[in-house]
């Protein structure tokens, strides 16, 4: 059974910083691919960030959030982060971490095999 669970999430003022945490378990960590995903209320999933098997040497960032979150993984821990800096209320949302065994179509939601529960960031102005 592969579980994730995310942690980091809080309330932040406009301009802050927050680092997320996703530690997995039931799925060889190495050799799957890591997705950061958000949802604010009454919109639908989207995509933030997405990084490759083994070393991470390949990270996909969302336009919204380039320059300004970093996706990175530590297959010691099983884990993978998203430090988010400069966030904005519009960041705010639900964030979730998902796993995949390919890297394709890295932003679809939909391909994604599991989620954890989530953990809210909340941004104020």
């Known amino acids: 059974q592969v579980q994730l669970v995310e942690s980091g999430g809080g309330l932040v003022q406009a301009g802050g910083s927050l680092r997320l945490s996703c530690v997995a378990s039931?799925?060889?960590?190495?050799?799957?691919?890591m997705g950061w995903f958000r949802q604010a209320p009454g919109k639908e999933r989207e995509f933030v960030a997405a990084i490759s098997q083994w070393s991470g040497s390949i990270t996909y960032y969302a336009n919204s959030v380039k320059g300004r979150f970093t996706i990175s993984r530590d297959n010691a821990k099983n884990t993978v982060y998203l430090q988010m800096n400069s966030l904005k209320p519009e960041d705010t949302a639900v964030y979730y971490c998902g796993t995949r065994k390919t890297l394709n179509n890295y932003d679809s939601y939909a391909l994604y095999d599991y989620w954890g529960q989530g953990t809210q960031v909340t941004v104020s102005s």
């Open positions: 039931g799925r060889t960590f190495s050799t799957s691919v």
